[in-house]
């Protein structure tokens, strides 16, 4: 990874993951940079749970990606484990770089550790750059995926 350092995120981080978070047309409507109370509060939930990993990417100093991995055990599958990427986010400086890979990579790697044997992502479906990223990586669009608002 050459200067690339993956670690989990910290208090410190928080400005720069909400600030990728929010720098997109989906999260410019969702995400609140101005007020960090409830990401710190959501951090310290993250931090509590041994099967949530809230990572970021650190070149010189500055994080230019993040994600969360969440394992999942499981019963289906034969009692399978399964790891679930989410919030996957490039600083725009940093995309097109291989950064990207790097960052799943990793998540594929940290899912093999931790013994899943499925790793599973949900995207947008307007973020068709991100599906083509994701087939290029070997992943499949095998599933439909549904959410409900509460």
């Known amino acids: 990874m050459g200067d690339l350092e993956i670690r989990a995120a910290v208090a410190d981080d928080i400005p720069a993951i909400v600030g990728m978070l929010a720098d997109d047309p989906l999260g410019a409507r969702r995400e609140s940079p101005d007020n960090l109370a409830p990401y710190l509060a959501a951090l310290e939930r993250l931090s509590a749970d041994p099967n949530q990993h809230l990572m970021v990417a650190v070149r010189e100093g500055g994080v230019v990606g993040t994600l969360q991995l969440t394992i999942v055990p499981g019963l289906s599958r034969r009692g399978a484990t399964r790891s679930i990427i989410e919030g996957v986010r490039i600083h725009a400086d940093e995309r097109g770089s291989g950064l ?14 931790q013994d899943c044997q499925l790793v599973q992502l949900t995207s947008d479906s307007s973020r068709t750059d991100a599906h083509r990223f994701y087939e290029r990586l070997g992943f499949t669009a095998s599933h439909v995926g549904f959410k409900l608002a509460l």
Do not use: V
């Open 100 to 113: 990207g890979t790097q960052l799943i990579q990793w998540a594929i790697d940290e899912s093999r550790n």
